[in-house]
């Protein structure tokens, strides 16, 4: 009989101590994020919705000084493809997608030939995730990760 209550009570600790260790939830509301700099004439910029407790939406794109936006320039798209292998008009929506479907800036793919842009889409993501918690939409100005060497 001892054995059965050390057993339960053992059980019941365990349980206990994983209580609140996952990912805290998200508070719902449109949270943004910009990087700080500019990159070739263009900002990096997200837009994450919250509905639910769950990211429901993201706009991941940059903008120009015109505020035209990458993912539907022809020319930066052709001049990138041949050198990159891909363009913004495919990668900033592959992007968008894993984050929806993965609900985890953590597990989310880098895109080869969007290193870069999947790197700052990363930081911002990540950054925000602190106001997704507390439900501060308050816009983020985000520096650039440092790149590995």
């Not at 349980?15 to 998200?26: I, V």
């Not at 842009?117 to 985000?142: A, R, W, Y």
Request: hydrophobic content about 35%; overall charge negative; glycine content about 8%.
């Amino acid at each position: 009989m001892k054995k059965f209550f050390a057993t339960i009570i053992a059980v019941l600790t365990v349980a206990s101590m994983f209580t609140g260790c996952g990912a805290a939830a998200l508070k719902d509301g449109t949270y943004k994020a910009k990087m700080s700099e500019e990159s070739h004439g263009w900002i990096d910029y997200v837009e994450v919705t919250v509905s639910g407790g769950k990211i429901s939406a993201v706009d991941f794109d940059s903008l120009n000084e015109a505020g035209d936006k990458k993912s539907v320039n022809q020319e930066y798209e052709d001049s990138m493809v041949p050198v990159s292998g891909i363009g913004p008009m495919t990668f900033f929506k592959q992007y968008e997608d894993d984050l929806l479907a993965k609900q985890d800036i953590s597990k989310v793919e880098t895109i080869a030939g969007a290193t870069g842009s999947g790197n700052n889409f990363k930081q911002m993501v990540k950054e925000l995730q602190k106001n997704m918690e507390k439900g501060d939409t308050t816009e983020l100005i985000v520096t650039a990760p440092k790149e590995d060497k």
